[in-house]
């Protein structure tokens, strides 16, 4: 149940579905952007966490920037989060909406307020978050062993809040993310009669939130629940299942991830599931805040720069060279990578293909933690190549802003990437992205191929294939690209001209939200 942990696609994996040729670029905000909803629709998320407050992914960071996109459309947005000690540190004032005695097995309170933008209900249930370590995993990095009973707790309020039980205030629409809410939607179905609409988003498919079937009765579902139609997913209570199953629509994060996962290879076994409900399922492509993300203001930069004047740019690559450990070298290509360090981000193929990189020339700068293997192996690549390879283990917000400005491209060569939010950052700050073509990827980023460079189009590299030799083949490409100046002025100046924040999208949440109420 881990979010560190995916479930693997299957392994009878038949071919990838093939996806378009290349990414085309987002439709500018004023050709898509409704006019605002009147009167309000009132939307509650639930969110396992948001960004500024609680963050282990890109979850945290589309959970805190969506809200306030939607707010411009009229859409007004409520998030529940659990109170974990860093959400309870972070409000300064609150106000007690909802008070219960016993939410499995202790006392809970939902407290309103308002923090960096965001209108949140903060369920505040000591004996379920109140603990040191991260929102999932304890400090030795393994599940916290209730999350089944902490994430339904969530899940249960949030179906509550749902059917009215805060005073003056109740949703059109409940919003779920991922596995830790999506019960909600389940608890909604079983509790009959009039509900809101509901919404499960898929951010990665991969995580499941499956628990035993023992436990039907501890989180409240009825016994009709546990068949192949209800809740019930190869032999286990499916969190996401649930969510999937009974949801008036589901959304995932970028079109081409909504055509994979109705495939085995990518669907980890709910393909058919989604493949029956097709005509509900949107994929919409995340977008980035721009106000956080944008070098012309990042107060981490040494020097700000933007897509009208890039000159400042070039000051932040030696600094970032001397922080990784690398050599001063303004015409060595600097890759670079901000990313957990597992397999599904294709961090094997890295070290399998690092020969390759060093022998164009070119140095490494990685910041992200992960599989202690894969840890190793780059500790052991930085021991082995001082001032070609520079490595951080661990996240530093600082530095990723730092490294975004300073690094000539960004490697992403994951095996599949629901959407991706480090390419979007990428662009936006000029580091040119190379990249698998899966998913967000395949939809965000446009080939440098002959054609599309002289089209004026490119923003990038996307692999031929997905491995080692694909991965190989795209730095070679991409060395050659460097070694062509003009060319690759012309796609750092394309990459900051696309657009990557939630303006384009938006549109297409409200009209899935849409709808007063649902019965």
């Known amino acids: 149940m881990s979010k560190r942990a995916p479930a693997k696609p299957n392994a009878k994996t038949p071919t990838k579905p093939k996806p378009a040729a290349e990414a085309k670029p987002r439709k500018s905000a004023a050709l898509r ?55 309870m540190q972070a409000l300064t004032e ?7 005695g016993d939410l499995f097995g202790g006392p809970a309170r939902v407290l309103a307020a308002r923090v960096a933008g965001l209108d949140l209900l903060v369920l505040d249930a000591p004996h379920l978050y109140d603990r040191p370590g991260g929102p999932y995993v304890d400090a030795s990095g393994q599940d916290w062993w209730d999350n089944p009973v902490r994430f339904a707790a969530l899940s249960r309020m949030a179906a509550d809040i749902g059917l009215g039980a805060l005073p003056g205030w109740a949703p059109d629409v409940v919003h779920c993310h991922d596995w830790q809410t999506a019960l909600t939607i389940a608890y909604l179905h079983y509790a009959g009669g009039r509900r809101p ?52 629509a589901i959304t995932t994060v970028s079109p081409t991830y909504a055509q994979e996962i109705q495939t085995q290879a990518y ?6 599931l989604l493949r029956s409900r097709r005509a509900v399922l949107h994929g ?36 970032l060279q001397e922080r990784m450990g690398l050599a001063a070298d303004p015409a060595a290509l600097l890759f670079g990578v901000i990313s957990r360090l597992t397999m599904h981000k294709g961090m094997d193929l890295l070290l399998e293909a690092l020969p390759t990189l060093l022998a164009t020339g070119a140095q490494l700068a990685l910041l992200g933690s992960g599989d202690p293997a894969l ?52 662009l936006r700050y000029g580091a040119v992205p190379v990249v698998s073509r899966v998913g967000g990827l395949a939809d965000t980023v446009i080939d440098a191929n002959e054609a599309a460079v002289r089209a004026g189009a490119a923003t990038g590299v996307v692999l031929s294939e997905v491995g080692a030799a694909g991965l190989e083949s795209g730095l070679v490409r991409a060395a050659a690209l460097w070694g062509a100046p ?12 696309q657009a990557v924040g939630w303006e384009a999208e938006t549109g297409r949440y409200v009209s899935v939200l849409g709808g007063a109420s649902w019965v």
């Open 33 to 87: 952007k409704p006019k605002p909803t009147t009167p309000t629709t009132r939307v509650l998320a639930a969110v396992s966490e948001i960004y500024p407050l609680i963050k282990t992914g890109g979850l945290a960071d589309v959970a805190g920037a969506l809200p306030i996109a939607l707010a411009k459309l009229g859409v007004e947005v409520r998030s529940l989060v659990p109170g974990y000690p860093a959400v």
């Open 94 to 100: 609150a106000e007690t909406l909802l008070s219960r």
């Open 197 to 248: 609409r509901t919404v499960m988003t898929i951010h990665n498919l991969a995580f499941t939130g499956q628990v035993p079937l023992g436990l039907r009765e501890t989180l409240g579902l009825p016994p009709e629940s546990l068949t192949m139609d209800g809740v019930e997913f190869y032999g286990a209570i499916g969190y996401l299942k649930a969510g999937l199953r009974f949801a008036d």
């Open 267 to 272: 669907g980890c076994g709910f393909d058919g």
């Open 284 to 319: 919409i492509l995340n977008g980035i805040d721009t106000d956080v993300w944008n070098p012309q203001t990042d107060s981490h930069l040494v020097s700000r720069y933007g897509a009208k004047d890039m000159s400042g740019r070039a000051a932040n690559k030696p600094w």
């Open 375 to 426: 840890e190793a192996g780059f500790r052991a690549a930085a021991l082995a190549y001082p001032g070609r390879v520079g490595v951080v283990i661990g996240y530093d917000e600082a530095l990723a802003h730092r490294m975004q400005a300073g690094m000539d491209a960004l490697l992403m060569p994951s095996r599949f990437e629901p959407c991706g939010l480090t390419q979007l950052c990428a």
């Open 486 to 497: 003009a060319v690759w002025t012309g796609l750092v100046g394309n990459a900051m001209r």
